[in-house]
């Protein structure tokens, strides 16, 4: 069993705007995304809504090795990563379709776009 990432890029400001009623359809959307992985076999495992990036604290190091902390998000542009789910699944293909019930969404996804990535599974279990 592989796990995956399902990255939700997404416009923040169109997320705000939203009407009640846009926002219902896409939460609807991600009832429907749950309900198909769990009638082909996949399993989510974990996954969240993220808040507004403007919440975004970045950790760094200066010269002397003193951490710095800023905020804001570190990315120039409207699309910043909104929310994500943790799969576990035997089928990526399946996954993908599945997937796109979130692709194009109203809520200003990134041009439509979802993204899936695999874990790296270490050995022993460490990151």
């Not at 926002?23 to 749950?34: K, L, N, S, T």
């Not at 909104?82 to 293909?93: I, K, P, R």
């Amino acid at each position: 069993m592989t796990t995956y990432v399902v990255l939700l890029p997404g416009v923040e400001d169109a997320w705000e705007r939203a009407s009640a009623e846009e926002r219902a359809a896409v939460y609807a959307r991600h009832e429907e995304f749950a309900r198909m992985l769990a009638e082909r076999g996949h399993r989510v495992t974990g996954g969240a809504e993220l808040t507004h990036s403007r919440t975004t604290k970045q950790v760094s190091r200066d010269a002397a090795g003193r951490v710095v902390v800023t905020d804001g998000p570190f990315a120039e542009t409207a699309e910043q990563l909104s929310g994500f789910y943790l799969v576990e699944s035997d089928d990526l293909d399946d996954l993908l379709q599945v997937s796109a019930v979130l692709a194009g969404s109203s809520d200003g996804g990134a041009d439509g776009v979802v993204e899936v990535r695999a874990v790296v599974d270490h050995p022993g279990g460490t990151a």
